[in-house]
């Protein structure tokens, strides 16, 4: 069969207009296989079926017209590009929202797209969009996270509790219960919260809660958390139980309402430890376990 007439073929193939005598010709020179394998290759990633009226009629072409195909190398080289393509754009060609989070009792460490990296705390989850990321910089945060900010664009990180906005620096988000709190551990850090609106610099930390901010010097250059150690300082009881949750990866019951507060430190490696001083305000209470994760407090 001439070279011609095979080009033939393999465009009345493409567009479906074999007839049965043409088909076994093409299946006998055995570059029928080669040229299924790329359509199924092309079909594993879903792509707008062909519509071949509209093609036509796009290129304002007649069906009756002589057609002149590629040859087959040809086919093949530009449909392993098309393919390789989708492999590369699968992030633009979907909605690019990267999801991160972490159980209980562990912490991830991270990078973004600008190389810019951080730590996400126990029980946390955050999410950005790769698509837009060189446009804008911005981060969804439920729960803690540490940022080791590079400088360039803005860099906002926003949660339930307010709104952090920064270009280049190191600092801390927790926002949890309805309380926000931020620390900055290098460069400046602008902190809104409902109405309030604060600007910290290196060394500082404020503490939004009910339509209040309070401002503090911190002396760490980290969060406590990322060494493994949590400071209360008169935390209301349901607040510290929640915190031992996440840390120790544990699971409280409590049927009666705890009222009162605790000053202290929770370490990572001393779960019983912490179990033995559950003091709220003078009283004693006792965690009762009931099997490997679970506990029930009770007086």
């Not at 530009?78 to 590369?88: R, T």
């Not at 837009?132 to 860099?155: C, H, N, P």
């Not at 949660?159 to 290098?186: D, H, M, P």
């Not at 309402?257 to 006792?286: A, M, P, Q, V, W």
Request: charged share 25%; net charge negative; hydrophobic share 40%.
């Amino acid at each position: 069969m001439k070279m011609e007439d095979k080009e033939t073929l393999y465009a009345r193939w493409l567009s479906g207009a074999l007839n049965d005598e043409e088909a076994k010709v093409l299946a006998e020179s055995g570059e029928l296989s080669a040229l299924q394998d790329v359509v199924e290759a092309v079909d594993q990633f879903k792509l707008k079926p062909y519509n071949k009226e509209e093609a036509f009629a796009k290129l304002e072409l007649k069906p009756k017209a002589k057609v002149r195909s590629l040859p087959v190398r040809t086919i093949l080289a530009i449909a392993a590009s098309v393919v390789a393509l989708i492999i590369a754009g699968r992030s633009f060609w979907g909605d690019g929202i990267v999801n991160l989070s972490t159980p209980y009792g562990k912490i991830l460490t991270f990078t973004l797209p600008d190389g810019s990296t951080g730590q996400l705390n126990a029980g946390s989850s955050l999410s950005y969009n790769e698509n837009t990321w060189q446009e804008e910089r911005m981060i969804e945060l439920q729960g803690e996270a540490y940022f080791d900010v590079k400088s360039g664009s803005m860099f906002r990180v926003l949660s339930q509790n307010g709104e952090v906005e920064v270009l280049g620096t190191q600092f801390n988000v927790r926002a949890w219960n309805k309380r926000l709190i931020v620390a900055c551990y290098e460069g400046s850090v602008k902190v809104q919260g409902g109405s309030q609106l604060d600007t910290l610099t290196q060394g500082m930390m404020v503490t939004i809660a009910n339509g209040q901010s309070k401002k503090e010097n911190i002396a760490q250059n980290q969060p406590n958390w990322q060494k493994g150690i949590i400071v209360f300082d008169a935390a209301e009881a349901i607040e510290v139980l929640d915190e031992a949750e996440r840390l120790y990866d544990i699971q409280f019951e409590v049927k009666e309402r705890l009222i009162g507060t605790f000053s202290g430190n929770l370490h990572r490696d001393s779960l019983e430890k912490f179990l033995d001083k559950l003091i709220f305000n003078g009283e004693k209470y006792k965690a009762v376990k009931l099997d490997q994760k679970r506990y029930k407090i009770e007086k």
